[in-house]
């Protein structure tokens, strides 16, 4: 079966136009130009917007996607069992949402009463599935399971003045550090503020705080790149920067 963008389009449903830029980026060519001038699509990129759409649902950039699939070691049969481990678990997210989207109508209906907990598990488990998606491996590698499971019950065990004190903190480290580089000195006032507030965030996931571990996890911000693009949205060095004022507020700086 030969497809024409139109028809390609419709029955993806996408537009037009997205099929002609992806042509134009070179992440999805036609497999033939007709006489007339029509891009024509067969069954092979057909299966290739398959994964595209799949990579974009998921988050992935074209960018990425573009890298991935035209990588000589892609697999499309293991990438379509990637595809749906996440999307499992992007559903059991969805479900806890859902159902506290349910019990919070009952609620407010006086069918029954929620705690304050409970008005938070949805978000909880997704952030702590998130989490576990993106550092699972190299967290569990550094501190062990038993810690990483204590820090996720920690987290569920959270109540809502709890839970909100995090995402407070989470933005004044951010908004701390942003400020202290302005300075260039990781010993400065504002930059050892920084790395305090770090420590008072960590207290709230770790079971015991160790300046040790304090120091080991600012190494780990440096190390892997994906924590160390989080800071560094801040702004470029922000990773090393933290890095340096806790090594500094800790003790550990040699």
Same mark, same amino acid.
């Given at each position: 079966?030969?497809?024409?963008?139109?028809?390609?389009?419709?029955?993806?449903?996408?537009?037009?136009?997205?099929?002609?830029?992806?042509?134009?980026?070179?992440?999805?060519?036609?497999?033939?130009?007709?006489?007339?001038?029509?891009?024509?699509?067969? +069954?092979?990129?057909?299966?290739?917007?398959?994964?595209?759409?799949?990579?974009?649902?998921?988050?992935?950039?074209?960018?990425?996607?573009?890298?991935?699939?035209?990588?000589?070691?892609?697999?499309?049969?293991?990438?379509?069992?990637?595809?749906?481990?996440?999307?499992?678990?992007?559903?059991?997210?969805?479900?806890?949402?859902?159902?506290?989207?349910?019990?919070?109508?009952?609620?407010?209906?006086?069918?029954?009463?929620?705690?304050? +907990?409970?008005?938070?598990?949805?978000?909880?488990?997704?952030?702590?599935?998130?989490?576990?998606?993106?550092?699972?491996?190299?967290?569990?590698?550094?501190?062990g399971d038993k810690e990483v499971d204590k820090s996720y019950e920690?987290?569920?065990?959270?109540?809502?003045?709890?839970?909100?004190?995090?995402?407070?903190?989470?933005?004044?480290?951010?908004?701390?550090? +942003?400020?202290?580089?302005?300075?260039?000195?990781?010993?400065?006032?504002?930059?050892?503020?920084?790395?305090?507030?770090?420590?008072?965030?960590?207290?709230?996931?770790?079971?015991?705080?160790?300046?040790?571990?304090?120091?080991?996890?600012?190494?780990?911000?440096?190390?892997?790149?994906?924590? +160390?693009?989080?800071?560094?949205?801040?702004?470029?060095?922000?990773?090393?920067?933290?890095?340096?004022?806790?090594?500094?507020?800790?003790?550990?700086?040699?």
């Open positions: 079966m030969e497809y024409t963008v139109k028809k390609l389009a419709k029955m993806a449903g996408i537009s037009s136009r997205t099929l002609r830029y992806y042509d134009e980026i070179g992440i999805l060519k036609p497999a033939r130009i007709n006489s007339s001038g029509y891009r024509i699509y067969g +069954k092979d990129e057909v299966d290739r917007l398959q994964q595209i759409l799949f990579y974009r649902e998921l988050g992935v950039s074209l960018e990425e996607i573009k890298e991935i699939i035209t990588s000589p070691n892609f697999n499309a049969i293991n990438a379509l069992r990637e595809h749906r481990e996440k999307l499992l678990t992007k559903r059991r997210q969805l479900d806890l949402l859902i159902d506290n989207v349910d019990k919070t109508i009952a609620l407010y209906e006086g069918r029954i009463t929620m705690t304050d +907990k409970e008005k938070f598990e949805g978000f909880k488990q997704k952030m702590i599935e998130e989490n576990e998606e993106k550092y699972g491996k190299e967290i569990r590698e550094k501190y920690k987290l569920k065990n959270m109540n809502k003045e709890e839970y909100d004190r995090v995402e407070k903190l989470s933005a004044a480290v951010l908004d701390t550090l +942003k400020e202290a580089m302005e300075t260039g000195d990781p010993s400065c006032e504002i930059a050892q503020k920084a790395a305090d507030l770090h420590r008072q965030w960590l207290c709230f996931f770790w079971d015991k705080y160790t300046k040790e571990a304090h120091a080991g996890i600012a190494q780990m911000y440096v190390d892997d790149e994906r924590f +160390k693009a989080y800071y560094d949205k801040v702004k470029a060095g922000a990773a090393e920067f933290l890095r340096d004022a806790i090594l500094i507020y800790t003790g550990m700086k040699k």
